[in-house]
């Protein structure tokens, strides 16, 4: 009872005890010496005689209000956060708690929202919430062979007169400016204060960026900027002359990219079958294997060190801005270090 950090109520009911049974004060004075009733004093003198230790003083475990949503009820809602709008025959796009709660109405089970997200949450169900997942087939026979082909070339250690260039394009590059003359549009960051940022802004128009790089260096090789619908066969093919004219040293320069349209026309066939393309050697992605073509990693860096939260006043502007940021990314750039090997994680697993 004289204890600090004893808990009041436990301290209370011992004062009680004490008083009664061993100063032998009445039922009466006892109650008003401790602020409660006499039914009270009674109450916890008789929990003290029934178990005489500290416990006895402590409340005992009470089995609360009736269960009113029973386990059958429970999994119906669960059942309906796991069906599709379709099999219940509406029209929304996710089952949300609204429609959860109507469709259990339907079929007996009266919930509400509260109580629909309580049952979710204790089931980690979250059928608000998505992912994507690529389904692809199995039986593809060339899948396998053309990832082994590109990780053992970015692997492999090649003669000096060898080299590895990957080449993609970055389409659809939207540019955008300031609606009205601001000075500045973007006021920096201030201690305790992010950056600002004007909310509006205008549609410049579009470009396309096509680069080839080294992924030993990280260097961008040959570049080109298109409007568009101003890049096609054409184009891809002079950026091709363009590295070999700028890689003229190598006897072999492999090359990495995609199955776009410009890679697989019949110009471009004939143009690597040619005489002049004869160093060439074409290594292809496989259909959803992007990350094999680490040109988009340069995409990735670019973007995010040179092109995010920009905005330009003109679209002359913004192609005089390009030439310069690459020239920058040149003198910064780093070698891409390809780690994955298909073969060791087939053998580990």
């Known amino acids: 009872m004289r204890r600090g950090k004893s808990e009041h109520r436990i301290a209370c009911r011992a004062r009680i005890v004490l ?9 009466s004075d006892v109650a008003r010496r401790s602020r409660v ?16 230790t500290v416990d006895g003083l402590r409340d005992r475990s009470r089995s609360g209000r009736p269960k009113r949503i029973t386990t059958r009820d429970e999994g119906i809602v669960i059942s309906l956060a796991c ?10 796009a996710v089952m949300t708690q609204e429609t959860i709660v109507e469709e259990a109405a339907k079929v007996g089970t009266v919930v509400s929202r509260s109580s ?7 089931t980690e169900t979250k059928p608000h919430r998505e992912r994507y997942y690529l389904f692809t087939r199995k039986d593809d026979p060339d899948y396998a062979a053309r990832r082994d082909a590109i990780c053992e070339l970015y692997m492999r250690s090649l003669p000096r007169d060898e080299i590895v260039v990957c080449f993609d394009e970055k389409t659809g590059m939207q540019v955008l400016g300031d609606p009205k003359k601001i000075n500045p549009s973007r006021l920096p960051t201030r201690p305790a204060q992010v950056a600002l940022q004007e909310h509006n802004y205008k549609r410049l128009g579009s470009r396309s960026l096509s680069v080839v790089v080294r992924p030993d260096t990280g260097e961008v090789v040959t570049w080109g900027l298109y409007p568009p619908r101003g890049y096609a066969t054409a184009q891809a093919v002079g950026l091709l002359r363009a590295t070999l004219g700028a890689l003229t040293r190598y006897r072999v320069v492999h090359v990495v990219w995609d199955n776009a349209s410009t890679h697989v026309s019949n110009e471009m066939r004939a143009f690597l079958t040619s005489r002049a393309a004869r160093c060439l050697r074409v ?3 496989p259909k959803h294997a992007s990350w094999l073509n680490l040109a ?23 192609e005089a801005f390009i030439p310069a940021a690459i020239d920058d990314y040149n003198k910064r750039c780093t070698g891409m270090s390809w780690t994955y090997n298909p073969s060791r994680t087939r053998t580990s697993a």
């Open 19 to 27: 008083e009664r049974l061993f100063e032998g004060r009445d039922v």
């Open 83 to 92: 069906q599709r709008p379709d099999d219940c025959d509406r029209l929304e």
């Open 116 to 122: 629909v997200q309580r049952i979710l949450a204790a």
């Open 283 to 285: 290594y292809y992605t």
């Open 37 to 52: 009733s006499r039914e009270t004093v009674r109450l916890w003198v008789q929990r003290y005689f029934a178990n005489p």
């Open 296 to 318: 988009e990693n340069f995409f990735s860096r670019f973007a995010r060190r040179y092109l995010r939260r920009r905005r330009f006043v003109s679209l002359p502007a913004f």
